[in-house]
């Protein structure tokens, strides 16, 4: 009887135990196991970038001719400028790089700037004689810079990289064009004059300051937006050339101008720049630092 017991017992436990095997193999699977999540990346590498802006002029010019105009005549002489401006330009540029970390790049960049102009009115007067002049000076303005620059990226946000710099350099500037178009008027009546200028160039200490932001557009792709405040130095032109009124030399004289007179400014071209611009990055499998391991957990 003991025996027959005993065996119930032990054939009950067995069916159980089928039971809940049966019963585990209904239920869903486990999740899959996901990859540790990854830090983000810390790039360094070298890098080709090109840029496409306007600059908006803002800067004091300041106009003057060299030598001083009003050597030899009379002491109650003066000349004054008015409105003098340089047109907005439109500028690119090239460049070469290097990343050293996630936070701190340089490179080195060459620019053409041109499409501006300038202009301004002179007028010299001479109160005592009853004479005035007035020329209307118009050129074209273009320049070459080269600058050394270094940048300060503040972090990423969901593919947002904003950032400051600053640069120096030097820039070329080349006055082309210039034309003077004036009278004169005195008691013996009112008469026209004016010439041109010989094209000239002027190369200045170049200085920047930038802002913006970096867009990740792929792993090895940035589209830069951003604002330099650009102060690139000062102009000039040649010799020039003025109306003589008799058609010898072809009509214009350095010596009727009296003497080998310069068109310069006295101050410094300064720059409001807005630039867009590509950065392309050589490596193609930036280093992660992976972050620390999370333990698998299964849910039934």
Request: proline share 6%.
């Amino acid at each position: 009887m003991g025996s027959l017991r005993a065996l119930f017992l032990v054939s009950g436990a067995v069916i159980a135990m089928t039971g809940l095997a049966q019963a585990a193999d209904l239920l869903p699977p486990p999740p899959p196991m996901e990859p540790a999540p990854m830090a983000s990346a810390d790039f360094s590498g070298w890098y080709l970038r090109g840029d496409v802006g306007v600059g908006v002029q803002t800067g004091g010019i300041n106009p003057s001719i060299s030598p001083n105009p009003l050597i030899g005549l009379p002491g109650d002489a003066f000349n004054s400028f008015y409105n003098p401006s340089v047109s907005a330009s439109a500028m690119f540029d090239v460049g070469v790089g290097y990343q050293i970390n996630n936070w701190l790049r340089f490179d080195v960049t060459g620019e053409y700037r041109g499409g501006s102009h300038f202009q301004t009115l002179e007028q010299v007067a001479i109160p005592s004689t009853a004479t005035q002049f007035g020329d209307f000076y118009r050129a074209d303005m273009s320049s070459f810079i080269g600058l050394f620059n270094g940048y300060v990226d503040l972090g990423c946000w969901y593919g947002i990289t904003p950032f400051i710099g600053a640069g120096v350099g030097v820039a070329n500037n080349h006055l082309s064009g210039m034309t003077d178009t004036g009278f004169a008027s005195s008691i013996a009546g009112d008469f026209p004059t004016g010439g041109y200028f010989s094209d000239g160039s002027k190369t200045s200490f170049a200085w920047a300051l930038m802002t913006g932001l970096d867009f990740n557009v792929t792993q090895n792709l940035k589209l830069e937006l951003g604002y330099r405040f650009l102060d690139y130095g000062k102009f000039g032109s040649g010799a020039s050339h003025c109306f003589n009124g008799t058609g010898a030399g072809g009509g214009f004289s350095v010596g009727n101008c009296g003497g080998s007179n310069n068109f310069i400014s006295t101050g410094n071209l300064i720059s409001q720049d807005f630039r867009l611009g590509l950065r392309w990055a050589f490596n193609d499998t930036p280093s992660y630092a992976p972050a620390p391991e999370m333990p698998l957990v299964r849910k039934y």
